[in-house]
């Protein structure tokens, strides 16, 4: 799918401005291009952008968890306050909620 079908009619340079208003690394004094060059590399090479480690569960099985690197960490947040805070997720989801947590 490409983003035009996702943003209907929008162009190029408002679908980057959309982006860059969304101020998703936070306040810099980066110049426009290279905030936007930023989120395109870390959404292009995500796999540099995890840690990944194990933890035991309850019943003895390990389960893998992949951490985000704090820069990947930031703009998940900021997505999260600025986007998705008050949308309604699926009561079955753990990602992207509020006070939610990999820990029960």
């Not at 408002?14 to 860059?20: A, D, I, K, V």
């Not at 820069?71 to 306050?81: A, D, E, N, P, Y």
């Not at 997720?89 to 992207?96: G, I, L, M």
Request: charged share 20%; net charge positive.
């Amino acid at each position: 799918m490409n983003h035009q079908e996702v943003f209907g009619y929008a162009t190029d340079a408002q679908l980057s401005e959309f982006l860059y208003s969304l101020r998703l690394l936070g306040p810099s004094a980066w110049p426009k291009e290279k905030q936007l060059a930023t989120l395109y590399a870390i959404s292009n090479h995500l796999e540099n952008h995890y840690k990944t480690f194990t933890v035991q569960k309850r019943n003895g099985q390990m389960r893998n968890i992949y951490a985000p690197s704090p820069l990947l960490k930031g703009v998940q947040r900021r997505i999260l306050v600025s986007l998705l805070n008050e949308r309604q997720v699926s009561p079955f989801a753990t990602a992207y909620k509020n006070e939610g947590s990999i820990f029960f």
